[in-house]
């Protein structure tokens, strides 16, 4: 059985691009959950997506959106990038009412 | 959404025993007491969950007093690998996929030789 993995491990950015950030659910897993974890602090909730729904959204500006896609696996866009953007974004995959289970995040450089 | 507080960083030796202790004061009738340890680099692992008294599992106990406004990880006989951040969540139990997690800055654990 594989895990949640994310794609890719690190980027690098400039303040105003624009950045996708791909994340693969565990197998048989069908909801994903968005984490944003800056240095030195605990994961934040950005959202949640069900079944190619979103089920959930954390205090994130609208320039942070996702989809789901009907594999399950999921996509977060981050729109005109601010320095603040960069952080360790984590993937959090489960089935309905399962536990979480993490990927190893993707570490994102804006400069 | 009930807050907690837990120590920055907390130190030990290797094979001593680590207990480390979370607060929260406004904890809800409804919510469970959850830990989870992240590695660097690494996504959060569930350790361990409860609600009341003791549980206890392969790798950790949790221990929670009759008022639930604290509660304690205890980690017997570390080792050098567990090095890591533990955070202390409450909300809902583990088996709301659908639910939010919420962490605060956890507590740094480092473990020498």
């Known amino acids: 059985e594989t895990g949640v993995t994310q794609s890719p491990t690190h980027l690098i950015k400039t303040r105003g691009q624009q950045v996708t950030l791909r994340c693969s659910s565990q197998?048989?897993?069908?909801?994903v959950s968005w984490y944003q974890q800056a240095l030195g602090q605990g994961p934040q909730f950005i959202f949640q997506?069900?079944?190619?729904?979103?089920?959930g959204r954390g205090n994130f500006p609208p320039r942070f959106s996702g989809l789901q896609f009907p594999n399950y696996s999921s996509e977060l866009n981050v729109n005109a990038l601010e320095l603040d953007d960069s952080a360790l974004y984590l993937c959090?995959?489960?089935?309905?009412?399962?536990?979480?289970?993490f990927g190893p995040g993707t570490r994102l450089t804006v400069l | 959404l009930a807050k907690t507080t837990q120590p920055i960083s907390m130190d030990s030796y290797e094979g001593q025993e680590v207990n480390i202790t979370c607060s929260h004061n406004?904890?809800?009738?409804?919510?469970?007491i959850t830990w989870y340890q992240q590695f660097p680099s690494q996504g959060p692992r569930f350790i361990i969950q409860g609600y009341k008294t003791k549980v206890t599992n392969e790798v950790a106990s949790l221990f929670i007093p009759a008022d639930r406004k604290s509660s304690t990880l205890s980690l017997p006989r570390v080792s050098l690998s567990d090095t890591a951040v533990y955070y202390c969540l409450v909300g809902d139990r583990r088996g709301s996929g659908y639910s939010t997690l919420t962490f605060g800055k956890g507590t740094m654990l480092l473990v020498s030789p």
């Open positions: 959090a995959s489960s089935f309905r009412s399962d536990e979480q289970f």
């Open positions: 406004n904890i809800a009738t409804n919510d469970y």
């Open positions: 197998s048989g897993h069908n909801t």
């Open positions: 997506y069900y079944r190619e729904e979103e089920n």
